[in-house]
C-alpha cells in the first residue's frame, strides 16, 4: 500500500526554523530518489530538494542554502530542515519520489503540510 504521510508544518515568523517530516512507504523509499515539492497558493507545484538513495542532494536556488533535506533509511522517513524562512515559503509542502513535473498527476501524493511564514 502507497503510503505518503507529511507534518511538521505551521506559522513560523519570518528568520524562523521548522523541520518538516514524511514517512513513506516502503515501496517507494527503497528503490526512489525522494523530493521534497511545494505548492503556493495559486501557484503550481514546485520541485524544491531531493535526496538519491547515495545520499547526494540538490536544491531549487530559492531554498539554497536555506533548506537541508535529509533521509532516515531504517524509518523510511524523509526530512526537510527549513531555516531562514522567508514569507515566499508559505506553501503546501509535499513528499514523493522525483518526479517529471508531466508525471506530477499520474502518481499518488499525501495530504502535505502547510507551511506558512507571517509576522
Known amino acids: 500500500q502507497v503510503q505518503l504521510v507529511e507534518s511538521g508544518g505551521g506559522l513560523v515568523q519570518p528568520g524562523g526554523s521548522l523541520r518538516l517530516s514524511c514517512a513513506a512507504s516502503?515501496?517507494?523509499?527503497?528503490?526512489?530518489?525522494m523530493g521534497w515539492y511545494r505548492q503556493p497558493p495559486g501557484k503550481q507545484r514546485e520541485l524544491v530538494a531531493t535526496i538519491a538513495r547515495s545520499g547526494s542532494t540538490n536544491y531549487a536556488d530559492s531554498v539554497k542554502g536555506r533548506f537541508t533535506i535529509s533521509r532516515d533509511t531504517a524509518k523510511n522517513t524523509v526530512y526537510l530542515q527549513m531555516n531562514s524562512l522567508k514569507p515566499e515559503d508559505t506553501a503546501v509542502y509535499y513528499c514523493n519520489r522525483v518526479l517529471a513535473y508531466s508525471d506530477y498527476a499520474r502518481y499518488y501524493w499525501g495530504q502535505g503540510t502547510q507551511v506558512t511564514v507571517s509576522s
Open positions: 516502503r515501496s517507494i523509499f527503497s528503490i526512489n530518489a
